[in-house]
């Protein structure tokens, strides 16, 4: 699946699963979150080779950008100061990018599907974010978490139980690329705007965002 879908899915389970607890403000940082944990475990992926995989990447960091812009500028929130702002000292932040560093490294030694998409990376992953992100960790680990289970649908296994092999797993449901991927993300949109709209109804959202 590429990185897009996986976005989509991650949006629409946070939707779904964490945007009715939390306050605006919280959940429009926090749909940040998962759109990077969506993207996270495919930082194993050889980019060299796959234009498509570039450009995929290109329109995660847009959409994180985008996002950053309009919070910061529009909305006049302290975005980088509301993410650090959970008392963990700099120690363990610096140990949490430490983890995430080598994660990255490992899953790209290990190759594709296997160390980033195992329960254990996801474990790594998830706890050196929780270190420097504090509770936002929850949105990121909703976006890897589904992006492993949508990655099961299609034909190249993955190693959950990293290092060992007897955990590769996939149902080959479906292909990684073609109509796959918009069926699942366009289901995923509707499914995510409709969540969005019955929790914030049409004239609130206008009067946030167009003022
Ligand atoms: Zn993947």
Redesign the pocket.
């Known amino acids: 699946?590429t990185g897009k879908t996986h976005a989509s899915v991650g949006l629409c389970g946070a939707a779904f699963l964490l945007v009715t607890n939390v306050d605006i403000k919280t959940s429009l940082i926090g749909l940040g979150f998962v759109v990077l944990g969506s993207y996270a475990?495919?930082a194993d992926l050889k980019v060299s080779k796959a234009g498509r995989v570039i450009s995929d990447f290109v329109y995660g960091i847009i959409v994180l950008v985008a996002l950053y812009l309009i919070l910061t500028y529009r909305f006049h929130y302290d975005v980088l100061g509301l993410i650090g702002n959970n008392k963990m000292p700099s120690e363990l932040k610096l140990s949490g990018a430490a983890l995430i560093v080598v994660s990255i490294i490992l899953g790209r030694i290990t190759g594709h599907?296997k160390y980033m998409?195992s329960l254990l990376g996801f474990f790594v992953m998830n706890l050196g974010v929780w270190l420097i992100v504090g509770n936002f960790v929850i949105w990121f680990g909703l976006g890897y978490a589904l992006?492993m289970i949508i990655?099961l649908l299609n034909e190249k296994s993955e190693s959950l139980l990293f290092p060992f092999h007897q955990g590769d797993i996939c149902f080959s449901i479906c292909n990684s690329t073609g109509i796959a991927n918009l069926i699942i993300s366009t289901v995923a949109y509707i499914g995510f705007l409709y969540k969005i709209l019955s929790i914030y109804n049409i004239a609130y959202l206008q009067k946030i965002f167009i003022k």
């Open positions: 699946m475990p495919d599907r998409h992006h990655d």
